[in-house]
């Protein structure tokens, strides 16, 4: 684990820095335990969809490796077959946003806003 926790940092900077195409599920997903996941709070409501910087999904996490972790277990959970098309990491105010560019199983291509003010640079 400790040889791939800077593998995660690495992946995770990378994907924010720049643009990834053409992936399904999460490279990060699969580092992350379930157990990692689990202690993680995900505050998605019918309000809070992800469709933009005001409905963004929530993510409460101790650090970056979970917290990433939730937004590929949330993207999966909700849209089962997704691609990846982009990640991107922008700031609103005072907070954090992951923004993922998604296309569904269906073919429609989605931006899904998760705010993540509560871990990042948490390590």
Request: aromatic share 10%.
């Amino acid at each position: 684990m400790k040889k791939l926790l800077p593998l995660l940092i690495i992946i995770f900077f990378a994907s924010c820095s720049s643009t990834k195409k053409g992936q399904t599920g999460s490279p990060a997903t699969s580092a992350a335990s379930s157990s990692d996941v689990s202690a993680t709070s995900v505050n998605s409501t019918a309000q809070k969809n992800g469709s933009n910087y005001e409905n963004a999904i929530v993510i409460k996490a101790k650090n970056e490796t979970e917290g990433v972790a939730a937004e590929y277990k949330w993207l999966r959970e909700k849209y089962p077959g997704y691609k990846l098309i982009e990640q991107s990491l922008s700031n609103e105010g005072k907070k954090h946003y992951d923004i993922l560019k998604i296309r569904t199983k269906d073919g429609e291509e989605k931006s899904i806003y998760f705010d993540i003010t509560n871990f990042f640079g948490k390590w």
